[in-house]
């Protein structure tokens, strides 16, 4: 009788942190290519995905500045569903097949990170931040322009994590990579009965399914990167080697499903 | 060979949200007995417990501030691992045993929010502030004496959801009533696989364990306790029709186990 | 020898929370036409400004989702320069010439703060949001067309002081309106030596001189807003007894300047 | 008419960020001597101030989690007055009396930045922590014995620009150390009219008077600091060559006054 799709589940299903699926979102994000060692990105892939070889440590790191809602406006209450993430997207092979894996995601947001982690997102909390591009534009921000420049940030638990910027060169026509990859995850989720601690009653390879993709106002050019070594994280394990591409845009997408791939448990 | 209890997993187990257990509590807290509409309890009760007819829709309201730790000395990134609490829990039955039921809590941490997922305690992220004790008293704040007041508050979403105040009357000698109902909660992990979102892998009945009680400092006087209609919420559906005792105190134990009472699927 | 605009001040002027100006600001914002109890009002206007009989209570609120740059690409670290505001202006008049006052202000920024105290606006610190429009939508925002909805929130110190809705009808040309009435504030310094609480050092009618304004994207349609009752608060005095137009644009503009008035202290 | 002692003044001076003085405080803080460069040091004394030859760059760092309340029980309302701050003080010479200044302050409320500012205080907003004795001990946290450790941290901008830990030895019973160097602070607020930028209306040296000061609970032992480098930040221009004594301690004391030393304008 209790309703919910996340924590809390009530009688009305008011106060739980997500309505159901579908889910709806808009952004503004960046998005940046880098390399990292090779062996850092093959560390970090989960039983069953395996290293890209051609892909020599390759990865992107976004910025995104999301609005969700689900079927009720819930947009409306910009206090409980805007939100801000970074996330870090690496080249793996499933099966033969190019994918991509989500090491490291962080949001300012509970009910992002609770739709997160239903998708195998391993959300932490952090303040994201992005430059924005404003219609009314003047020296405060970008144009959308050659030569002009986004800026991204991310801080959890008081460290800077990460630091990226993208400098615009050009309208981007062709959208085509954006799709390739399909992003699988490691949907994970422990248990503390003590002689289970080792034996997760959810361990699986998880594909996200989203639909009706729109990507918008692309830009493209360079992208630079940092992840500073921080206290108890391990995310500079990816320190770029190198960047390149730096691609600016909007996008919007519906999430209302998840095909697993692979219960790791069997 | 990914390591870490809660997300995210990765080689040296660092990132993790959270050490694993055994994990070390210490806090201060309010707590303010109140009664609601029987009715309203009853709603909140899921599957396998049932109303207890003595309760006449009694329950308790808890402001904490925590500090945790691992077994590494975690409480020395206090960024990272403090935290502030608020909770509800309202007298139950589990086949006749008189029990306490978590339908809403709320914390300012990630970590502690993913500790409490484990448990079955259905965390949101919010504001939580109580009134603090310190060893140099002034005008600034209550000293531990007849007619001493401490007020809790917590906004979530930015709507504020519940107020407290406890005004001491004199020490609380007799601690026997603390360990007298465990909390028993409702561990729930939703599926987003369009064809299973009515189908959760988890949905069972677990009981709290928590060992090496201490309870100290503890005073004990009357309590008030308001929460108010907000959009969007149901909290407000347990809206004191009184109130009665409120105590003030300092805690500390220790959680590694959990014990499943009952699989809500089977 | 010591260098920079706000505190602190330092060698390099480089921590300093403000650059010296010109400011240059860009925003999308949206604008709810009110009118208060006209008493509430006048109750409201320092000595200098007299209350608008034309007016009958009017008003406007307004919440911004701001950045900031000085002259060196501030707007590369949106976590020190992006900010959201909320605030309201009243209708006054100053020697019998139209002007608006501000009599409440927020924003989640200290270096906003610290611009705004420089100007005359009453800043305090709050979480404040608004529906934003993505250049990709979708059910997850609003599109620029009527019907199309944006909301916002403010909420300070745990409570939600205000809450808006603007619902487009058309595009606006006419932009005259918007320059009609310049800012008046009253810019005050209190003093804490003993005997000089009473003897504010700094007491002045000031106006505002932004230039440069450029307002592009604009609609119009209906606002409504509501300003509850709040512990320890007067905001509500203000609560509207009907709300009028609503306004959804982006802009920009430079401050460099403020132009003194009256010095209310002779 | 309009009442407040800060921002923003009302008719009945509830909104403004704080009440009038006296003004009461109850804290617990950690203490670490320093020495950094004596150059650096001495870059950052305002006119008036000299340095202390004899100090050979000594400073402290401070880590506070505090209370305020004004008359009227105000720490009731801990969402809107308890806080946390992080200071530098560093040994001066006012006309050959020693004193300390303060360069660097932080705090994550605005009624305390707000007060700090009318004490010359150059408060900027953080995110400040420290590790929390609480009566009810055990691995969660230190108790105050010989070995126990206590850390603090602050991040401003999303940059963790300090990082201190104390290790205590044993009770500290002399506190005559703590009264003996006033704090002198640089009472300064800008002009923003274009033509007085460089002409600051409020410009002076001025002294804290804090009274009825208690000071409990206190430990000493082993400081450690660090103040990492940080973009667009001067504070790791005081990072320590050595550092000396750790205290942790509980203090209260009222403000109600400030004495104007020197006024600089002249």
Redesign the interface.
Known sequence: ??KG????????G??T?NP??PW?????FLNIEFWAKSSAVA??L??GLDPDPAAEGHGSAYFY?W???G?N?E??????Y?YREFFILLDALFKGRPVSYC???FVD??AA?ARG???GY????A?V????Y?????????SLAPGS?F?????A????LAEG?VTLKEPLSDLAPFGQRPVVN?L???????DK?DKP??HELVENVPH?I????AWIGEGSLTLPVC?????S?LAPIRTGKGIR????????????LKDLKK
Do not use: C
């Open positions: 009788m209790l799709f996340n924590y809390p589940l009530t009688p009305k008011k106060s942190l159901p699926p709806h979102y808009s952004a503004d560390a970090l989960p039983a500045d609005q969700f809602s079927e406006e947009y409306l209450d910009p206090a409980r805007q090491p490291y995601i947001n509970d990170l982690w239903s998708q391993p959300k932490r909390i303040q931040f992005q430059t924005r404003y219609a009314a534009t003047g020296k405060a921000g970008p420049k800026a991204g940030s991310i801080t638990g008081g460290q800077r910027l490691l994970h989720t422990p248990r503390l009965a003590a601690q009653p959810i009706d729109k990507i918008v106002q206290k108890g994280e391990e995310i394990d845009a909007s996008m919007a997408y519906i999430v209302d499903d998840l095909k697993t």
